[in-house]
């Protein structure tokens, strides 16, 4: 795709999805390794749930609020109170409905690395209350490193913008940028990024050809 070339020219690497390191969120661009750890890919979890109606920010701190507190782990959540886990997160919003999917993905956490296939594990999460098709395939791609790409309100825009496609479906606009993409998951998290960096700075405007 063209514009995925136009995109990385004018924004560059993007590094998402952040991780903690020394109890800030940090950026990785260019480290597609990353997550290399399981606590690592179970921050991104959780920052995926925690993103879930609020801007990253929001999300972040209440990350970052679960870490301090030595909580930001799938033994620790899925055995914590609701109420204190709600407590932690209250910068997120809706923290008494997140803190109960938190619990339900802290049990369901290692279940996921026993997936046999991609579609194994989007099943899976798709079976799960309160994880949608934008959340499950967040962390299939980011967290696990999975070639499925994101479909969010950007990712809309983005495409209503450029003339890409007149779909809103979520599935047929996923089916779209796997196939006019190369399936990599490298490609599929830089691109979505991407678009997410364009859609922060753009409200509707064309990406204009280099």
Not at 63 to 88: D, F, T
Not at 151 to 178: M, P, V
Request: glycine share 6%.
């Amino acid at each position: 795709m063209q514009l995925y070339g136009q995109l990385l020219r004018k924004y560059g690497k993007q590094g998402w999805w952040p991780v903690i390191r020394k109890g800030k969120c940090v950026y990785h661009a260019g480290d597609y390794a990353t997550p290399k750890t399981r606590t690592g890919q179970f921050q991104i979890v959780v920052g995926a749930i925690l993103a879930q109606n609020t801007n990253w920010k929001n999300a972040e701190k209440a990350l970052l609020s679960l870490q301090a507190a030595k909580m930001l782990s799938a033994e620790k959540l899925a055995a914590a109170p609701k109420r204190k886990i709600a407590q932690l997160i209250r910068s997120s919003g809706y923290y008494n409905q997140k803190a109960e999917r938190l619990k339900t993905i802290a049990k369901l956490f290692p279940h996921l690395h026993r997936c046999k296939s991609l579609q194994h594990m989007r099943r899976l999460l798709l079976s799960t209350k309160g994880i949608g098709p934008e959340t499950a395939d967040s962390i299939m791609l980011y967290a696990f490193r999975q070639p499925v790409f994101v479909i969010d309100a950007y990712t809309r825009r983005f495409c209503k913008a450029n003339h890409l496609s007149k779909s809103g479906d979520y599935e047929q606009l996923r089916s779209f940028f796997e196939t006019n993409l190369p399936l990599d998951f490298r490609i599929f998290n830089e691109c979505h990024a991407l678009i997410v960096r364009w859609g922060k700075e753009n409200r509707s405007q064309q990406l204009k050809t280099a």
